[in-house]
């Protein structure tokens, strides 16, 4: 599997995530500098957390505009592989490439600790796996990850298959105690936790090793 | 031009006397301009007037030291050509005044400190003194401060660990933000700020300059009354964005070979850094101020000298080498500019608007400074041990403990700072010392932040040295050897002989067990003047030590482990009640002597702990301070519910026992099949050692009778926090 790690002003975790997929594919990530317009090409583009632009104006908001996102959109029309974590959810979000909002946590606080997760879709490149329904624990970082949807969308996401973690005790006051969704076509996922912060057992645990082999299996 | 008047000195914080020495050493009158730079350059902040002769008597050398004080931070040598940069410093006044803005910029201040050296930050701490939890400004505060840490921190990307925190009447108008920066370098490629040479490009990068900050330093420098608020205009704003930008540019330019000096913009900004550059390099720095990138219109060379804008660097680079570094710097977004260039003058020229709006030899800034031998006295200590009641339960003293301010779990804290990103923190905040591992080794750094500014009231010396002691214990605890410290002196006017007197103490105490511990002080900073309306802080030293582990597999955590463990105290337990949590809790006094430190023994049990974990023996260890033994045990016990039944092991009472603060001490838990041979190795080492009790189902139980549940006691140690802060919100 062939990855690429878009880095935004102020990511801040995209380091996280080539060591990450360095340590589970093998080899190095490309690391994509967001004013280029091409992509290399890969099987997966990660969207990492971070505070891209700061987080002024909207979390996302202008990461969205950046012309590098022009190419992840192309990626992900063709069917490519799309992971945005934390900031690189509220990236895909504001980029329209998933539906819905993340809005300020319901407790105005950031909030950092490790969180039970329960996978409930095991049927996506990102999760095959996982066994469904396993509880996992990934730690959140984020002080807007309250996902917000009208309830027609939050019934399609869920009638679709398409929330795919939901917090077993909720950390941001998201709707439906949702993690993590996919994209209509599956291929691309949004998520506040972090499972690149999770493959290493010196610093937290690996409950995030199955995630990427997941896409090595389906990608490579 | 505006006329100086005594008033004009007066309000720049300078004496009549320093202002006549301003005059001798210009052999003319200072204009306005020059008068700025000399009230800051000369402010307690920066020129360490009050403290510098005392500060010389701190051991700053050793083996593992690649930099002593005087540059940006301290650098240790952590073997493998790798180096840790870190320092501490205070943000005391701003964060009292506007708490988010004082803290955030505080952190942004201490990374700069440690990435204008060549670190990347890999961990941050801090070490926050809050006024009575029923003061009406303290939640205030503590909201404050505490989210202007984290958005700044976990903007950077660099995790919070650790730090700690207390409450006490004595900071109700004069909080304490303390902030400490740690990072790594390698050891053939740190950066200094010694401006050598001449013809040399003077170059400015970073945010631009407005009018924020100005007079930060002087403010930092006086006391406080009713009106402080009103300084509010002098606090700077962060920009953690700008910041990170910052970081990741500099880093790329130091990856080339273009940098001769560097220095980040600080307290006293443009003026600060250009002085101290040239004083260092003993070359002379010519400014042109119409080049300076500016926020806003009209600014006078007055204001943009004294501008505190946060998020800039001055640096020197090689001839020639400016369109290499502005093309980096255009790649982050950035503003670059040639602002000067160095001279053989040794003077500090400003130029502004085709005029020279100063000109001032750079010694008279620092080397000149004043250097105050101020009076001083030496109170008697705090002595003997105050009446108490010998029959009171020992468990519901405990739950009452474990749930006081100064001793319920900091989560409400720490869920607020990102304390995993970089996927390097071994150990979160929680255990004795925060453990960061060096990236891509199996090296570990251990960081721990201490002082027990009680003790230090009640005996400045001792309470000096147990600073430092109870630091070097915490990194023993985790499995470090500690390597070397980083001071923050927080202390009242010294110009009172009564605090000047504790200042002196609490510096030869820090010295005389820095020196026996071989812990020795790489960086640091004083704040003074913490005062409002005349009321002085508790004498706070904090001590910030870093500690390596060469293996960070085998470090110890807090937590109890197995069932059926041996839970073991290594140390003497006499039973010191004076100046403790017990006594202040739970029978309202705060009196006595502070607890005995003796640095021998510290050493002598530190080291036997510290060669049980290196080897694998001891995988759970807990050093006993603030709450005693029973505090201690249970702390160990919280994280898993895991219980344990213990039994008194000395001749000192009940109360005594489990709630004194004797030094030096440890507890561990091992499996049975071990206790014996390290009980056996403990005695033949002459060190004292009692078994105990044993780990074991979910409750704290004492001499096989009176028991209570850890989650009882979890519940009042955790619900202290979200409980007081709930009015907040």
């Given amino acids: 599997m062939k990855a690429a790690v878009i880095v935004f002003p102020a990511s801040n975790c995209d380091r996280d995530a080539k060591v990450a997929l360095t340590e589970m594919t093998g080899k190095a990530p490309a690391m994509v500098w967001h004013q280029d317009s091409d992509l290399p090409d890969v099987d997966l583009v990660v969207i990492p957390g971070g505070f891209s632009y700061g987080d002024y104006l909207r979390c996302g908001a202008m990461a969205s505009q950046s012309p590098v996102m022009r190419s992840v959109k192309a990626h992900a029309e063709k069917g490519g592989a799309v992971l945005g974590i934390c900031n690189g959810f509220q990236v895909l979000t504001e980029s329209h490439l998933l539906p819905g909002a993340l809005m300020r946590n319901a407790g105005l606080k950031f909030v950092c600790k490790p969180v039970t997760l329960k996978v409930e879709e095991t049927q996506s490149a990102f999760t095959r796996g996982y066994n469904n329904g396993q509880s996992v624990v990934f730690p959140v970082a984020h002080g807007e990850g309250n996902y917000y949807a009208d309830d027609a969308t939050l019934d399609r996401l869920e009638g679709e298959g398409r929330v795919v973690f939901r917090y077993a005790a909720n950390p941001n006051g998201s709707a439906r105690d949702i993690a993590g969704i996919l994209s209509e076509k599956r291929n691309v996922l949004g998520m506040m936790p972090h499972p690149e912060r999770v493959v290493d057992g010196a610093t937290g645990g690996t409950d995030g090793r199955a995630l990427f082999k997941s896409l090595i299996e389906t990608l490579s | ?729």
């Fill in chain 2, 1 to 729: 031009m505006t006329e100086i008047t005594p008033a004009i000195v007066a309000e720049h914080g300078l004496s009549p006397d320093e202002y006549a020495r301003i005059n001798t050493l210009l052999g003319r009158a200072p204009n306005m301009v020059e008068l700025g730079v000399f009230s800051v350059m000369w402010s307690e902040h920066c020129s360490y007037k009050s403290t510098r002769a005392h500060l010389r008597k701190l051991p700053t050398t050793g083996p593992q030291v690649i930099q002593g004080p005087g540059e940006n931070a301290g650098v240790i040598d952590i073997g493998d050509g790798d180096a840790c940069i870190f320092k501490m410093e205070s943000h005391n006044h701003p964060s009292f005044i506007e708490p988010y803005q004082g803290a955030a910029t505080g952190v942004g201040g201490i990374m700069r400190d440690v990435f204008t050296m060549g670190a990347r930050p890999i961990a941050m701490m801090n070490a926050l003194r809050f006024g009575a939890p029923d003061h009406p400004k303290t939640r205030h505060l503590v909201a404050g401060v505490v989210s202007g840490i984290g958005g700044y921190g976990n903007c950077m990307g660099v995790p919070t660990v650790g730090g700690e925190v207390n409450f006490h009447p004595s900071y109700s108008g004069n909080i304490l933000v303390n902030a400490m920066c740690v990072g790594l370098a390698r050891t053939d490629n740190i950066f200094l700020s010694a401006a050598k040479g001449a013809g040399n490009p003077v170059v400015y990068f970073g945010s631009k300059t407005g009018r924020d900050g100005i007079h930060g330093a002087t403010m930092a420098s006086a006391e406080f009354d009713d009106a402080s608020e009103e300084k509010r205009p002098t606090v700077q704003v962060g920009d953690p964005f700008a910041e990170k930008l910052l970081l990741e540019a500099t880093l790329e330019l130091m990856a080339t070979d273009a940098i001769i000096a560097i220095q980040d913009m600080g307290a006293a900004g443009l003026t600060s850094s250009s002085a101290e550059m040239g004083d260092k390099g003993g070359s002379g720095i010519e400014l042109n101020l119409d080049m300076v990138p500016q926020r806003e219109a009209n600014m006078t060379a007055y204001e943009m000298l004294l501008s505190e804008s946060q998020e800039r660097m001055l640096a020197v680079l090689k001839p020639g080498r400016e369109a290499e570094a502005q093309a980096i710097f255009k790649k982050w977004e950035l503003d670059f500019a040639v602002i000067g260039i160095t001279t053989d003058t040794k003077r500090l020229v400003i130029k502004h608007k085709g005029v020279v709006a100063a000109d001032m030899p750079i010694t008279a800034l620092s080397d000149e400074a004043p250097v105050y031998e101020r009076p001083y006295t030496l109170r008697e200590p705090a002595s003997g041990t105050p009446a108490y009641d010998k029959a009171r339960p020992v468990l519901a003293s405990l739950e009452k403990i474990l749930g006081s301010a100064d001793m319920a779990s900091r989560r409400w804290i720490w869920e607020q700072y990102d304390h995993s990103v970089m996927n390097d923190t071994q150990q979160a905040p929680g255990g004795d010392a925060a453990v960061v591992r060096v990236h891509g080794t199996k090296k570990a750094l251990a960081i721990s932040t201490d002082v027990t500014p009680r003790y230090c009231k009640a005996d400045p010396r001792r309470g000096g040295m147990q600073a430092v002691a109870e630091c070097w214990r915490n990194l023993t605890a985790v499995g470090a050897t500690p390597l070397a410290t980083t001071d923050n002196l927080n202390f009242g006017n010294p110009q009172k002989p009564d605090i000047m007197g504790e200042i002196v103490a609490a510096i030869d105490g820090i010295g005389e067990a820095c020196r026996a511990l071989d812990f020795p002080i790489v960086s640091g900073n004083c704040s003074l003047y913490n005062e409002t309306n005349g009321e002085g802080i508790f004498p706070t030293p904090a001590i910030g030590g870093v500690g390596l582990l060469k293996d960070a597999s085998k470090m110890a955590t807090i937590a109890f482990k197995r069932d059926g463990d041996v839970v073991i105290l290594i140390g003497e337990t006499r039973g010191h009640l004076g100046q403790s949590i017990y006594l202040r809790e739970i029978e309202g006094k705060e009196e006595g002597a502070a607890p005995r430190v003796e640095l021998d023994v510290e050493k002598k049990n530190g080291d036997f702990v510290r060669r049980l974990i290196e080897q694998g023996r001891v995988d759970t260890c807990h050093d006993v301070s603030d709450g005693g033994l029973a505090v201690a045990i249970v702390e160990m016990a919280m994280p898993r519910g895991l219980g344990a039944q213990v039994g008194q092991a000395s001749i000192a009472d009940a109360i005594g026992f489990w709630f004194g603060e004797d030094q030096a001490r440890y507890v561990i838990a091992v499996p049975f099949a071990q206790a014996e041979k390290i009980v056996a190795e403990a005695r033949a080492a002459s060190i004292t050692v009692a078994e105990l009790g044993k780990t074991g189902g979910d409750s704290f139980s004492i001499d096989g009778k009176d028991s209570i549940a850890i989650a009882k006691l979890r519940t009042a140690h955790e619900d202290w926090f979200p409980n007081f802060m709930k009015a907040e919100l």
